[in-house]
């Protein structure tokens, strides 16, 4: 059972307009989010995945539930477009498997349906899904929905390094920087990996004297 029009805005595939709705979310790396675009219908993954790349985000598609939880746990991917109305393994299938593996537990799921229901939509955020989408989709509600959980993970990550910033000047003060301590922080290219590359310089200097 498949749904159709995935996006209703007008815009053919093909006629190669620049789209630049939807901001951009980075995460230190300078990599865009990474999105898993999971629907039976080959044009409506077309659709979705023009619209998402239009928007500055890189996808990746899977036809079924079964493919899509191999993918996920071959790949990271920051966000899961995941269809409701699929045959094999549907949408509420494929959400209950991720919710209860350890590794795919913590990936944000948007699910989307032609289903309206209240109901469904309920069950679908009480299993765990982040959003619920109807469609036919709208183009700039869905790219404003991906962005906001890609901003909200940044966010998340932010607050995690600040707090490995505090913990790195909290040891300097008591003596030195343990070894490698800001290392994955400080490979960040935004201010904050800034700012933990002159910590270790500034740990370095002073355990030299």
Avoid: W
Avoid at 20 to 35: A, L, Q, Y
Avoid at 105 to 125: F, K, N, Q, W
């Amino acid at each position: 059972m498949t749904d159709s029009n995935a996006v209703t805005d007008g815009t053919n595939v093909t006629d190669g307009t620049n789209v630049t709705d939807g901001t951009n979310v980075t995460d230190g790396t300078k990599r865009k989010g990474r999105i898993l675009v999971v629907d039976d219908d080959r044009t409506n993954r077309m659709m979705l995945t023009y619209r998402l790349e239009m928007a500055g985000l890189e996808t990746a598609t899977s036809e079924n539930g079964y493919e899509a939880l191999q993918m996920l746990r071959e790949s990271d991917f920051d966000v899961v477009l995941l269809d409701i109305l699929m045959p094999g393994m549907d949408g509420y299938a494929t959400l209950d498997l991720m919710k209860h593996d350890q590794q795919l537990s913590h990936t944000p799921v948007i699910m989307m349906s032609a289903v309206g229901e209240l109901d469904s939509v309920i069950r679908c955020l009480e299993m765990g899904a982040e959003d619920y989408l109807p469609k036919p989709l709208d183009h700039l509600l869905l790219t404003s929905r991906v962005n906001n959980i890609l901003l909200k993970i940044r966010l998340e990550q932010v607050e995690k390094a600040l707090a490995e910033l505090t913990d790195a000047v909290q040891a300097m003060a008591g003596g030195a920087l343990p070894a490698g301590a800001l290392d994955q922080v400080a490979g960040q290219t935004d201010s904050v990996g800034r700012l933990a590359r002159q910590l270790q310089q500034l740990a370095a200097v002073t355990s030299q004297r």
